[in-house]
C-alpha cells in the first residue's frame, strides 16, 4: 500500500499543502515578476515560470503564444526549451518549477517527461485558459512544492 506521508518523508520533500520556505516565495516572486514584465509586451501574456535546480534559476519564461504564434509557447514550455538547451539535455532531474498558473495537460505531461520533481503556483492559481473551457476552470488548494507522479521502470 502506497504511504504518501512516509514516502514524501524518505524524499525529504513537502506535502501538498505545507507552508512554502523563504526560498519559495523568492522564486515565486521571481515568477510573478516575469508576468508582469509579460503583461506589458505586445503578444505576450501575463504568465510566468521559473525552473530551480540546486538553490539555482536554471531557467523562465512567460506566456509568448501569440508574440511567436505558437500554441505550444505556454511559460512553462518557454522555460523548459531554455533549461534544455542550457543543460543539452531533456532530463531535469531535482528541478522545481514555479508557476503563476496551473500548469495546463500539456505543461503537466512536459514536467512528467522531463522529470521535474516538483512544481509550485501562486495560491489561488486558475488553470491555464489557453487551453481549456472557462467552464472548466478550478481553484487549485496547492500553495507548495509537492512531489509529481513518478514514472518506474
Known amino acids: 500500500m502506497l504511504n504518501v506521508f512516509a514516502d514524501a518523508a524518505a ?35 501575463p504568465i510566468g515560470c521559473v525552473i530551480v535546480r540546486d538553490g539555482e534559476i536554471i531557467g523562465e519564461g512567460y506566456n509568448e503564444v501569440d508574440l511567436r504564434h505558437d500554441p505550444t509557447a505556454h511559460a512553462e ?53 489557453a487551453c481549456i473551457s472557462k467552464a472548466a476552470i478550478s481553484t487549485p488548494s496547492i500553495s507548495s512544492p509537492t512531489p509529481s507522479a513518478t514514472i518506474s521502470a
Open 77 to 129: 514550455i518557454v522555460a523548459m526549451r531554455r533549461v534544455g538547451a542550457g543543460l543539452g539535455s531533456a532530463s531535469f532531474d531535482g528541478a522545481t518549477l514555479y508557476s503563476t498558473l496551473q500548469p495546463c495537460g500539456m505543461c503537466s505531461m512536459a514536467c512528467i517527461w522531463s522529470k521535474i520533481a516538483a512544481s509550485s503556483m501562486a495560491p489561488g492559481a486558475k488553470t491555464c485558459i
Open 11 to 45: 524524499a525529504n520533500q513537502r506535502l501538498p499543502g505545507s507552508r512554502p520556505s523563504k526560498e519559495d516565495l523568492n522564486y515565486m516572486r521571481r515568477a510573478i515578476e516575469l508576468a508582469r514584465v509579460a503583461a506589458v509586451i505586445p503578444g505576450a501574456a
